[in-house]
């Protein structure tokens, strides 16, 4: 074989690894529809019954969690747009995006926790779970994180995305 042929098989194996396919497709859905659906599903089935916000003043530390968690989310969502769209700056924002989600549910957890006025079994029935699902999201974002950095699918397909020095 001819180096010509060599040099064009590897620019076909390269082009069919370009663009927003497989497992960054999956990432894409995952970030603007999956995740959120779940975070929705997961707040409204864990949201505290009326009588027990008014036992310890859990009506705060919910909302104020909950508008945090809205917050985080609809900047993942955001994230994963500006991926499908093969934005410049987006698999920057992407990573941002999940370790912030990490950092905003560590936060959120605290938040829950400090704000209301619950004696410390409260806490101590909150943290197993509150770490156990902080274990999952470390994992969620580590798995997507290392592979955004070393795929070559999307170092073939954001290569030529101009960067923004805006981060826009």
Same mark, same amino acid.
């Given at each position: 074989m001819s180096d010509a042929s060599e040099g064009g098989r590897s620019r076909l194996a390269y082009d069919a690894r370009r663009g927003v396919g497989g497992w960054l497709l999956f990432l894409c859905i995952s970030m603007v529809?999956?995740? @959120?659906?779940?975070? !929705?599903?997961?707040?409204?089935?864990?949201w505290p019954s009326e009588s027990l916000m008014n036992l310890y003043n859990l009506r705060g530390a919910f909302y104020t969690a909950a508008v945090f968690?809205? !917050?985080?989310?609809? $900047?993942?969502?955001y994230a994963g747009i500006?991926? $499908?769209m093969v934005a410049p700056n987006a698999v920057f924002?992407?990573?941002?995006?999940?370790?912030?989600?990490?950092?905003g549910f560590i936060i959120s957890m605290f938040l829950?926790?400090?704000?209301a006025d619950a004696p410390p079994v409260f806490a101590d029935a909150v943290w197993p779970e509150a770490i156990k699902q902080g274990l999952r999201e470390a994992v969620y974002v580590g798995i997507w994180? $290392?592979?955004?950095?070393?795929?070559?699918?999307?170092?073939?397909?954001?290569?030529?995305? @101009?960067?923004? @020095?805006?981060?826009t």
């Open positions: 529809f999956i995740t @959120p659906i779940f975070k !929705l599903v997961t707040t409204l089935g864990t968690d809205v !917050l985080m989310t609809g $900047w993942l969502i500006r991926l $499908w924002t992407a990573k941002l995006a999940l370790i912030g989600n990490l950092v829950l926790v400090g704000i994180t $290392w592979y955004l950095s070393v795929s070559k699918r999307v170092a073939a397909t954001y290569q030529s995305v @101009p960067v923004s @020095p805006a981060g």
